[in-house]
């Protein structure tokens, strides 16, 4: 299989910044865990003389061209019309398109427009990625020596396309298997987990390592390419096995998707229950907790406690503490958590305070002072942050949620609070 790929982006929308591409960014993610190198980003707007360049563009240094909207019943809508110019093709009535799309109406209860037929027109001798999430059919084929794939623009769309259509599409041109693991960090930057692994990365083939920054995290992807699945494994794991003995407790989690599903699986597997208290992340440990399925059985709540008298009045801050330390302090921070455990009667709770900016708070604590607390049957711990004078208030609030749940996530695993 090709490792050279383009994501050609069809919409006005998206050039005008009316709408995220969050499809690109989903592709992009998608087609590394197949082992397919994306080279380049292309966002062409709804004209037909510039789509035409781009696609011409993308078909001189592209073995792999997968688009993203144009696909519709509309008049802007010229993917389809364009892909087929461009590569010598018809566009001819597919009857079964036409009747999936027809029932697609039916069962939604929607009045179709005849145009809406139109959908149903895709290039000669394609393959037919039929479409169970909308009315528009994607499409696969090869000319000129490219793989063109044409998905739905509307994530609610595109993204199980991608998954069930496209994802089958591509392994198919390969031959033997690609398989990967993701181990997710925190704790760590990127530039400085890079540099522990730079030599390494440059010398590995097959498995290749490659490292990704999230907000507030880091990941590193091992993939590897054999004829079975088993020998797959099998390169991977001495790899996995390395990077677990580098970086010990700073891994918390192999193909899982997120620090608090972490959390709450410990959770679960001890038969504990977990409860908040937030200040400076004003619910945002409370709403990433409940994101996750099955959050119930262990989550008993949440106390949004953003003034002192709430802190004092709900949680029970001793208001002392209040007046002698400043709501952003280490004894706050504890209190909260205690005060949370005994309000919500929960095994662990965990409490978040600080400065989130734009300024500075009353007593001089500069925007990133924070502090994060976890109170358990074996006592309470808190953990001082400077995060840094970031403009950015999400990005604060997003990693001292992180640093919270990494508390609950050591103390349930039996680690240091602190390497």
């Not at 590394?32 to 966002?43: A, D, I």
């Not at 990625?129 to 063109?148: I, Q, R, T, Y």
């Amino acid at each position: 299989m090709s490792h050279t790929v383009e994501i050609l982006s069809v919409g006005t929308e998206l050039l005008l910044g009316n709408i995220a591409n969050t499809d690109a960014q989903m592709l992009s993610q998608g087609l590394s865990e197949l082992g397919l190198n994306v080279y380049y980003h292309t966002v062409v707007g709804d004209n037909p003389q510039r789509a035409k360049q781009a696609v011409e563009i993308a078909k001189g240094r592209a073995d792999i061209i997968i688009t993203t909207g144009g696909l519709g019943p509309t008049c802007d809508d010229l993917t389809k019309n364009v892909l087929a110019e461009a590569f010598g093709k018809k566009l001819v009535y597919d009857e079964p398109s036409a009747q999936r799309i027809k029932s697609y109406f039916t069962r939604t209860g929607r009045p179709m427009t005849e145009n809406n037929l139109q959908q149903a027109m895709l290039p000669e001798g394609c393959t037919v990625l039929s479409n169970d999430w909308g009315s528009a059919p994607g499409c696969a084929f090869f000319a000129d020596g490219v793989h063109v794939i044409m998905l739905p623009g509307p994530p609610s769309e595109c993204r199980p396309m991608f998954r069930y259509r496209a994802v089958p599409y591509l392994q198919s041109l390969s031959e033997g298997v690609i398989a990967s693991h993701t181990l997710k960090l925190f704790g760590i930057g990127e530039s400085s987990m890079e540099a522990q692994l730079r030599d390494q990365m440059n010398a590995m083939s097959n498995p290749t390592l490659a490292p990704y920054a999230k907000e507030g995290e880091c990941e590193l992807r091992v993939t590897a390419k054999a004829p079975t699945d088993e020998e797959a494994q099998a390169l991977l794991q001495p790899t996995v096995t390395q990077l677990k003995a580098l970086f010990g407790s700073k891994i918390y989690g192999v193909d899982v998707s997120s620090l608090e599903e972490v959390v709450e699986q410990l959770l679960k597997d001890q038969g504990l229950t977990l409860g908040v208290a937030e200040s400076c992340t004003g619910g945002l440990m409370a709403k990433r907790l409940t994101d996750v399925p099955g959050s119930s059985q262990v989550f008993r709540g949440g106390v949004v406690s953003y003034t002192n008298e709430v802190k004092a009045r709900v949680l029970g801050v001793p208001q002392e503490l209040l007046d002698q330390f400043g709501a952003v302090s280490a004894p706050v921070a504890q209190a909260m958590a205690e005060g949370a455990r005994k309000l919500l009667q929960c095994d662990i709770a965990l409490s978040s305070t600080g400065v989130a900016g734009p300024d500075r708070d009353d007593r001089g604590n500069e925007v990133g002072t924070m502090f994060v607390a976890i109170a358990t049957p074996k006592g309470s711990y808190v953990r001082a942050l400077n995060l840094g004078n970031r403009p950015v208030r999400a990005r604060l609030r997003t990693q001292t949620a992180h640093h919270a749940f990494d508390l609950a996530r050591r103390y349930l695993s039996g680690l240091p609070y602190e390497n």
